[in-house]
């Protein structure tokens, strides 16, 4: 069965400064990797995904993730973060069986706390 | 109009209680889910369903069942609520286009079971 690590529960960043927050997944075939955002009181938001090709994935709102087989990793990053950023963000691995999308498997979450 | 929806947006309800939530789409997907979310917890997975012929168990059915009564509609019903399922519920459909696919959410209900 897939599963998926965020080892981070909590982490605080100034505003300005650079993100990096970590996911590790454990899937037996290409995975297919997302990351969500979940603002407070809010549904999930799509960030970014991947299946294949680049490594680098491009998301909305600055981030960007990179897939790194050989570390089973798809860390989420940001350049700059604004306060707007404040949220609880998600990482998840896709399953698959023969006849489609069986549904994602998630991390427990990694909140982020943005310091004036 | 959001193009997923979920009703209601919060429930309150007594142990023994039967509870339905519904879930509705606009988007013309085939493919629905219901989650629930408990904090430190993430997201897993109930229940899921490829078209209307089509469920499956997710992770952590037990307490739960589903109706799919069209391909826009997905309920999640507890069938006798207990304090335990209270949590965050959210629907979430996907349609596999282009061969890669991702999970549209609704806004959530929030079920406190007293």
């Known amino acids: 069965a897939q599963s998926v690590t965020q080892p981070d529960i909590h982490i605080t960043v100034s505003e300005g400064a650079s993100l990096e927050l970590r996911c590790n997944y454990s899937y037996g075939a290409t995975p297919y990797l997302f990351w969500y955002v979940q603002s407070p009181g809010q549904g999930l938001q799509l960030l970014l995904k991947?299946?294949?090709?680049?490594?680098l994935v491009q998301g909305i709102k600055g981030f960007e993730a990179e897939f790194k087989r050989s570390q089973s990793s798809f860390n989420l990053r940001k350049p700059s973060v604004h306060w707007s950023d404040a949220a609880e963000y998600f990482c998840a691995v896709g399953a698959y069986s023969g006849g489609g999308a069986d549904g994602l498997t998630f991390g427990k979450g990694t909140h982020l706390i943005i310091q004036p | 109009d959001a193009d997923v929806t979920q009703t209601p947006r919060n429930r309150i309800t007594k142990t023994g209680k039967r509870i339905m939530l519904e879930c509705s789409q606009t988007?013309?997907?085939?493919?629905m889910y219901w989650y629930r979310q408990d904090p430190g917890l993430g997201l897993r997975l109930i229940y899921y369903s490829f078209d209307v012929k089509d469920i499956n168990k997710g992770e952590i059915s037990d307490g739960y069942s589903v109706s799919r009564q069209a391909q826009a509609k997905f309920s999640l019903s507890l069938e006798s609520a207990i304090p335990n399922q209270t949590a965050l519920y959210f629907c979430?459909?996907?349609?596999?286009?282009?061969?890669?696919?991702?999970?549209?959410f609704g806004p959530g209900t929030r079920l406190t079971v007293t």
């Open positions: 991947y299946f294949s090709g680049d490594t």
């Open positions: 979430a459909t996907s349609d596999q286009a282009g061969g890669i696919y991702e999970q549209y």
């Open positions: 988007k013309g997907h085939d493919r």
